[in-house]
């Protein structure tokens, strides 16, 4: 399933629609304001919350949890030393899948064992930060478009 994740430009917090291959918005993410390390609602079109994201504050570098309701569901942890390349280990208890970048963070390849996954780049030449994310077919699309999330916060924090 192709989707495009796409920042909100104004917004309090950091605030992303999510498009299918069609150009219809399937979900919204709702950065809080108002938390102590960053937070996000993942929520369908009518408002129901399908995960929340919590950055972890006491983490050898960045690292975040995913909920589904109260249980703990992903956590997403950025690997503190690479070289040229960034990458992150998404563990959901039995399945552990990593995602490794460019040197500049704007492409990324999921991948579980040597199989890719999924890819996400980051389209040039926007206003706000705009994602195409290419998911493989079983996967699980929210897991993946919510590490995304993490990935676009993680290495591009402080870039308002």
């Given at each position: 399933m192709r989707y495009m994740m796409k920042q909100k430009l104004f917004s309090w917090g950091d605030d992303y629609y999510i498009k299918d291959a069609n150009g219809e918005d399937r979900f919204y993410i709702d950065g809080k304001v108002f938390s102590l390390g960053n937070q996000f609602s993942f929520q369908d079109l009518a408002g129901s919350e399908l995960c929340f994201i919590k950055q972890v504050l006491l983490s050898w570098g960045q690292s975040y949890e995913i909920y589904k309701g109260d249980?703990?569901?992903?956590?997403?942890?950025?690997?503190?030393?690479?070289?040229?390349?960034?990458?992150?280990?998404?563990?959901?208890?039995?399945?552990?899948?990593?995602?490794?970048?460019?040197?500049?963070?704007?492409?990324?390849?999921?991948?579980?064992?040597?199989?890719?996954?999924?890819?996400?780049?980051?389209?040039?030449?926007?206003?706000?930060?705009?994602?195409?994310?290419?998911?493989?077919?079983?996967?699980?699309?929210?897991?993946?478009?919510?590490?995304?999330?993490?990935?676009?916060?993680?290495?591009?924090?402080?870039k308002d």
């Open positions: 249980q703990l569901w992903a956590t997403v942890q950025k690997e503190l030393f690479t070289f040229f390349k960034c990458r992150f280990e998404v563990d959901s208890g039995s399945d552990h899948v990593e995602a490794t970048g460019d040197f500049l963070d704007h492409a990324y390849t999921f991948t579980r064992g040597d199989r890719p996954i999924a890819e996400v780049s980051m389209q040039w030449f926007t206003l706000a930060d705009t994602y195409g994310v290419d998911i493989a077919e079983g996967e699980d699309d929210i897991l993946v478009l919510a590490a995304t999330v993490v990935i676009d916060m993680a290495c591009h924090a402080g």
